[in-house]
């Protein structure tokens, strides 16, 4: 039997409708990110956190419960979330560079401003959790999967040595652990203390850059 359109209406494409859902779904799980740090910037970061639930992000979100549990397992997945938009935005920011043909150390000093930045702009209580948390989801206990820090530094290292400022020969894993521990350490030390924002730019980048001149070219230190 053909469906009979009722007159005045029209049926939405798929592709226009599935854009639509996709929209919406993203708003949502934004919503849901700021209405959980507007709770836990209330006060006392870890007492904010603690005293909070699905419950009250979703309240303050104006979603349902199950609208939460459709983008986040639990109060964890969201700090990750954080971490993931700043791991994601290092990516691209690599990606947009090496596109450019940009310089590897202005490339470097770039991305390491560019996640200072975003680092200060929640509060320091979630510095640390998130970094107690890990940069890496935990698939066994249904937390997110999550860029690794890692990998963002692997693609940095990477286009440095395609542009011929490092060696072929340098381990870009190995290099590149080692700016994911002496990056977390500086945002840790942020996160426990009170330094400024100027602070952790300006460590970010000056560490990534001391590990940058010890293994680039001769020439290019």
Known sequence: MIPVMEPGRTRTPP????TL???RSRESRLALTR???RLWSEGDFDAAYEASTVA???HAAGVSKGTF???FPNKEAILLEMSSATIQAMIDQVEAGTARGVPLRSLSDQMMTSMARRVV????GAALR???????????????AIPRLSVAFESLLRHGRERGELGEQI????VAAMMTAVTMEAITRWGAGDRSASWLRQTLRDRVTVILRGISHPDES
Request: glycine share 10%; proline share 5%; net charge negative.
């Open 15 to 18: 592709r226009q409708r599935a």
């Open 21 to 23: 859902v996709n929209t």
């Open 35 to 37: 209405a959980a740090l």
């Open 56 to 58: 009250d992000i979703a």
């Open 69 to 71: 549990y459709f983008h």
């Open 121 to 124: 702009r929640a509060p320091r």
């Open 130 to 144: 998130a970094g107690a948390l890990g940069f890496v989801g935990r698939p066994d206990d249904g937390t997110l």
């Open 171 to 174: 381990d870009v894993e190995e």
